[in-house]
Nanobody, 117 residues
């Protein structure tokens, strides 16, 4: 059974930083391109960052997070990370990771990240 589990959600102050992680099991992790998505209340799910498989590791970002968020992966740990800096209130959302390979696509359950009051 394939599982993706996100860790690291919580509250972040504007301008602050937080790192999320997503650990996969039940698949050949290095074969999969990985991505981070988010879904804010009342909005559609949006892709925010992705990283290629194996050693390619091409990284892409949506404009709203470019220069603030950094995606990385550790194939030895079957884990991807999302380093989030310069946090903005509009970044509040449930953050989900995705694994994609040919016809296969798997999702984690998500982790909530909220602006600290």
């Amino acid at each position: 059974e394939v599982q993706l589990v996100e860790f690291g959600g919580g509250e972040v102050r504007p301008g602050g930083s937080l790192t999320l992680s997503c650990t996969a099991s039940g698949l050949v992790f290095a074969d999969y391109a990985m991505g981070w998505f988010r879904q804010a209340p009342g909005k559609e799910r949006e892709g925010i960052s992705c990283i290629g498989s194996h050693s390619e590791q091409r990284r892409d970002y949506v404009e709203t997070v470019k220069g603030r968020f950094t995606i990385s992966r550790d194939n030895a740990k079957d884990t991807i990370y999302l380093q989030m800096n310069s946090w903005k209130p509009e970044d509040t959302a449930v953050y989900l990771c995705n694994a994609k390979y040919t016809f296969y696509s798997f999702w984690g359950q998500g982790t909530q990240v909220t602006v600290a009051s």
